[in-house]
């Protein structure tokens, strides 16, 4: 499979219509104002998220600056996905389709800037599956997984909550991995299984695991600097 492309047909230069059934009965139809809402949550985050901010001044501080205009894209996509990474044109795609709010369109670009920092930092190969698991792995432990949504993926319980935010990330960096490259699940499993305490053990460039409804947000913001990076 082609980097999973089939799951950004725009990528291709397709263009998205709907058939009239999806526009009566899924409101579907409207994807230029998708497409306006889509780009002024993007700008809402620009301004506006510390997670956002803090991954721009890391990216630029590592000599690879971002040009919304330039490298974010919104399109419309299959709905099976929300954003991704296109490391041929350095484009981080968000699903118009998809991701509609504010909260949500946050989480795409904070995930996929950290796929743009590991690709401008660490000679990252998508090819190479243990190199696409290590930053799926990263972007599921920095900008994903909490206790609130490791119980949701059925991961997390009182008595193993201990376990729960690896078993998220785990999750989470496996479903990725399997939608863009086509290999086994037991092929993916592995690779998620053979990198995993390094790759969960790296924390750059945010510095610590943000906790859903804390202030951890803000603090790794502030604390940017101190490690290097500029920030917005």
């Known amino acids: 499979k082609e980097w999973g492309y089939d799951l950004y047909p725009e ?9 009239w059934t999806k526009v009566l009965f899924k409101g579907e139809g409207q994807e230029n104002m998708d497409k306006i809402k889509c780009e002024r949550n ?4 620009v301004k506006n998220s510390p997670l956002v901010k803090l991954m721009m001044g890391a990216l630029k501080s590592s000599g690879c600056p971002i040009d919304i205009r330039r490298h974010i894209s919104c399109e419309v996509c299959d709905p099976s996905v929300t ?11 968000v699903c118009q389709n998809m991701a509609r709010k504010e909260g949500m369109v946050q989480g795409v670009l904070t995930h996929e800037m950290i796929h743009m920092f590991d690709y401008c930092t660490n ?7 243990d190199h696409l698991a290590c930053t799926e792995i990263r972007a599921a432990n920095l900008a994903h997984c909490s206790f609130l949504s490791a119980w949701a993926q059925g991961d997390a319980s009182p008595v193993n909550i201990k376990q729960a935010h690896q078993d998220c990330v785990k999750t989470k960096a496996l479903a990725s991995v399997l939608a863009v490259r086509d290999v086994t699940r037991d092929q993916a499993i592995d690779a998620v299984e053979r990198v995993f305490p390094k790759c969960y053990a790296d924390l750059e460039p945010i510095g610590r695991r943000i906790r859903r409804n804390s202030p951890d ?3 790794a913001y502030t604390e940017a600097p101190l490690y290097g990076y500029d920030v917005y």
Not at 123 to 129: G, Q, R, W
């Open 83 to 93: 954003g991704g990474y296109d490391p041929v044109t350095n484009q981080i795609v």
């Open 11 to 19: 990528r291709k230069g397709e263009i998205y219509k709907p058939s």
């Open 217 to 219: 947000q803000h603090k």
């Open 123 to 129: 000679n990252l190969d998508f090819k190479n599956i």
């Open 42 to 45: 993007v700008w809402w985050c």
